[in-house]
């Protein structure tokens, strides 16, 4: 019963190592994925924050579009001559078209051709009219978009209101208006961004009185727990997610460290079942080396290391040291055989 519960207690010591070697393993690992996780996230913050910098910028080079015209307005008193001309001018590749609104009704376009539709009383617009009017009466430059293009694409429209002093007050003069190609605007951003290793998207106000973004240019790949950075342009808010990819060294990685860690556990657990299995049989040789293999007694060589032992622990004792032997144990051998001796060794034993 005893021997049953020991061997018991044996078998429980390398199943108790295993567990334990893969609950640190477990510890390890979700430290290492933490610490990461977190050095990952304050990297990608900075990140966001640099490239929410550079879309600002991008975004300022259509508004300084506005700013240009702003100041010849004011300068001119309220007339832009050459129009046409002043914008060409100012043209650029990410430009769709560029407008004046005086009284806030679109009067001159650059370039015409493919824009004429463009002409409208933006104050009585049904789309255009309520955001038009806060720009107005809160002066403030706003941002309406992305929408779609007639001559394909997104766009968003930037306005803003120009005022002109006259008899110490400012009059409201109009609009000073420039339609920005998107993504084609800050094109060069995001692919920067892309090749730095993260997926995007970029979101804005659709309202400057709300508060929910919508959507205006992204990366295909959904963003799950992003990084988000927001920041003003104009009167409208924006909102940069970005998230680094999933790369592949970084899965080989966590699977190398997760099966390099089962791997010495399984190893420490062996090497334990070999001591376990060692320990037994040194404690098995040792019991035959002083024992007697018929009777199970001490023989001679276990019998003087018992008595020393004895002897050195008990120093002050006396000891007494008994033989016995069998008389005609040989008439036992010859007259009931060999097998019958040995009974009769270990009934005296």
Same mark, same amino acid.
């Given at each position: 019963? =005893?021997?049953?519960?020991?061997?018991?207690?044996?078998?429980?010591?390398?199943?108790?190592?295993?567990?334990?070697?893969?609950?640190?393993?477990?510890?390890?690992?979700?430290?290492?994925?933490?610490?990461?996780?977190?050095?990952?996230?304050?990297?990608?913050?900075?990140?966001?924050?640099?490239?929410?910098?550079?879309?600002?910028?991008?975004?300022?080079?259509?508004?300084?579009?506005?700013?240009?015209?702003?100041?010849?307005?004011?300068?001119?008193?309220?007339?832009?001559?050459?129009?046409?001309?002043?914008?060409?001018?100012?043209?650029?590749?990410?430009?769709?078209?560029?407008?004046?609104?005086?009284?806030?009704?679109?009067?001159?376009?650059?370039?015409?051709?493919?824009?004429?539709?463009?002409?409208?009383?933006?104050?009585?617009?049904?789309?255009?009219?309520?955001?038009?009017?806060?720009?107005?009466?809160?002066?403030?430059?706003?941002?309406?978009?992305?929408?779609?293009?007639?001559?394909?694409?997104?766009?968003?429209?930037?306005?803003?209101?120009?005022?002109?002093?006259?008899?110490?007050?400012?009059?409201?003069?109009?609009?000073?208006?420039?339609?920005?190609?998107?993504?084609?605007?800050?094109?060069?951003?995001?692919?920067?961004?892309?090749?730095?290793?993260? =997926?995007?998207?970029?979101?804005?106000?659709?309202?400057?009185?709300?508060?929910?973004?919508?959507?205006?240019?992204?990366?295909?790949?959904?963003?799950?727990?992003?990084?988000?950075?927001?920041?003003?342009?104009?009167?409208?808010?924006?909102?940069?997610?970005?998230?680094?990819?999933?790369? $592949?060294?970084?899965?080989?990685?966590?699977?190398?460290?997760?099966?390099?860690?089962?791997?010495?556990?399984?190893?420490?657990?062996?090497?334990?079942?070999?001591?376990?299995?060692?320990?037994?049989?040194?404690?098995?040789?040792?019991?035959?080396?002083?024992?007697?293999?018929?009777?199970?007694?001490?023989?001679?060589?276990?019998?003087?290391?018992?008595?020393?032992?004895?002897?050195? $622990?008990?120093?002050?004792?006396?000891?007494?040291?008994?033989?016995?032997?069998?008389?005609?144990?040989?008439?036992?051998?010859?007259?009931?055989?060999?097998?019958?001796?040995?009974?009769?060794?270990?009934?005296?034993?």
């Amino acid at each position: 019963m =005893n021997s049953r519960k020991n061997h018991d207690k044996k078998l429980m010591l390398p199943v108790l190592i295993f567990l334990v070697g893969c609950l640190v393993l477990t510890v390890v690992l979700y430290h290492s994925y933490r610490s990461n996780y977190k050095q990952v996230r304050n990297v990608t913050a900075l990140n966001a924050a640099t490239y929410a910098e550079r879309l600002q910028n991008d975004m300022n080079r259509g508004v300084a579009i506005t700013d240009t015209l702003e100041e010849i307005a004011i300068s001119e008193n309220g007339k832009i001559d050459n129009f046409q001309k002043v914008a060409r001018d100012l043209m650029a590749d990410f430009i769709q078209s560029i407008q004046i609104a005086p009284d806030g009704v679109v009067t001159d376009i650059y370039p015409e051709a493919g824009n004429e539709a463009g002409k409208i009383d933006l104050m009585n617009d049904e789309s255009r009219g309520e955001i038009c009017r806060y720009g107005r009466d809160n002066k403030v430059v706003t941002m309406q978009g992305p929408f779609q293009l007639k001559q394909g694409g997104y766009g968003i429209a930037v306005r803003k209101p120009v005022y002109i002093e006259e008899n110490g007050h400012e009059d409201f003069w109009g609009f000073t208006i420039v339609i920005i190609r998107v993504p084609e605007i800050f094109a060069d951003s995001m692919k920067a961004l892309s090749d730095f290793g993260y =997926n995007y998207t970029l979101y804005k106000t659709a309202f400057p009185w709300e508060s929910e973004f919508e959507e205006v240019y992204g990366s295909e790949e959904e963003l799950k727990n992003p990084v988000s950075y927001t920041f003003d342009i104009g009167d409208s808010k924006w909102k940069l997610d970005i998230m680094p990819y999933k790369t $592949q060294s970084e899965r080989i990685y966590l699977y190398a460290a997760g099966i390099g860690g089962i791997i010495i556990v399984l190893l420490l657990t062996g090497f334990t079942c070999a001591l376990l299995v060692l320990d037994e049989h040194r404690k098995k040789f040792k019991k035959l080396a002083i024992t007697d293999a018929l009777t199970g007694i001490n023989n001679r060589h276990g019998y003087d290391e018992r008595v020393t032992r004895y002897l050195k $622990q008990n120093p002050d004792n006396h000891c007494v040291g008994v033989e016995f032997d069998i008389d005609d144990f040989k008439t036992i051998n010859d007259m009931y055989g060999h097998a019958y001796g040995d009974v009769a060794l270990k009934v005296l034993s």
